[in-house]
């Protein structure tokens, strides 16, 4: 059974750095499909952020490119966010998804505050 697991979430000030990892067991997966980061702030919905194919092009959320790097390690089954120069709205609980797939992690949380 494939499922994935999310960590690195927690508290940051503004201008701060993070970085999220997901990690997939059950299915070698990184290599063979296209993956993506998610996000979900209180009282929104979910929204993609950053995705990355199985040949490692990316693409980014308009509100994020410049600051977030997407990437992944297909020999240890884990994809990354790295979050730089973190702002308030960035404040969410982030998930990783298999693309085309509703195989999704049960999140982390990301909280941008003084």
Same mark, same amino acid.
């Given at each position: ?16 750095s993070?970085?999220l990892?997901?990690s997939?067991s ?8 296209d993956?993506a980061?998610?996000?979900? #702030?209180?009282?929104?919905? +979910?929204? /993609?952020?950053?995705? $990355?194919?199985?040949d490692?092009?990316t693409?980014y ?9 997407i990437?992944k390690?297909?020999?240890?089954n884990t ?5 730089n120069?973190?702002k308030?709205?960035d404040? #969410?609980?982030y998930?990783? +998804?298999? /693309?085309?797939?509703? $195989?999704?992690?049960?999140g982390?949380l990301?909280?941008v505050?003084?």
């Amino acid at each position: 059974q494939v499922r994935l697991v999310e960590s690195g979430g927690g508290t940051v000030q503004p201008g701060g750095s993070l970085r999220l990892s997901c990690s997939a067991s059950g299915v070698i997966m990184f290599r063979i499909y296209d993956m993506a980061w998610y996000r979900q #702030a209180p009282g929104k919905e +979910r929204e /993609l952020v950053a995705s $990355i194919s199985r040949d490692g092009s990316t693409n980014y959320s308009d509100s994020v490119k410049g600051r977030f790097i997407i990437s992944k390690e297909s020999t240890k089954n884990t994809m990354y966010l790295q979050m730089n120069n973190l702002k308030p709205e960035d404040t #969410a609980e982030y998930y990783c +998804r298999r /693309l085309g797939t509703e $195989i999704w992690g049960q999140g982390t949380l990301v909280t941008v505050s003084q």
